[in-house]
């Protein structure tokens, strides 16, 4: 709730946001369908109530589609899987499907590296180097498992 009173989006006023939001009427075509001006419309879209819908409904869509992608990632997970353990499968299809289990684990290699400072360099830490392995280990065996038991 934003606190925004909608008491002035009366039946009429709804119906004319309605039409805008289904994006197939031009807003000429709205007034004209509403019996109303132009300019009326004009104003109606600049009022904070019919805003406040109007963001609302965008949100609710946005949450929707959002549910509905989460729902779907254990199968994605799955098809990227049956790709990467298909031994018929081209490599290159195969390797982007590593590719993408790697990403999705936190693995990615950078894309951006900053050259505008003084180039130092250092001896690898192994022991860090050794630890972060281990984390990186431990969380593909929660992956796999998380995988194995149906994604729940």
């Known amino acids: 709730m934003t606190g925004v009173d909608k008491s002035g989006l009366d039946p009429r006023r709804l119906l004319a946001l309605e039409d805008l939001f289904l994006g197939v009427l031009k807003d000429e075509e709205i007034a004209d369908k509403h019996n109303i001006s132009r300019a009326c419309l004009s104003k109606w879209k600049k009022d904070p109530a019919w805003i406040d819908e109007w963001n609302e409904r965008i949100a609710a869509i946005q949450s929707h589609a959002r549910q509905r992608l989460l729902s779907k990632t ?38 951006k590296v900053d050259v505008s400072g003084k180039l ?24 796999e498992a998380e995988l194995a038991g149906g994604g729940d």
């Open 74 to 111: 254990a199968n994605a997970v799955d098809v990227v899987e049956e790709v990467l353990n298909n031994p018929d499968a081209q490599d290159k299809d195969r390797l982007k499907a590593a590719e993408m289990l790697l990403k999705l684990a936190g693995m990615e290699p950078a894309t």
């Open 120 to 143: 130092e360099t250092t001896t690898p830490d192994a022991v860090a180097l050794e630890a972060r392995l281990a984390e990186n280990a431990a969380r593909l065996a929660e992956l």
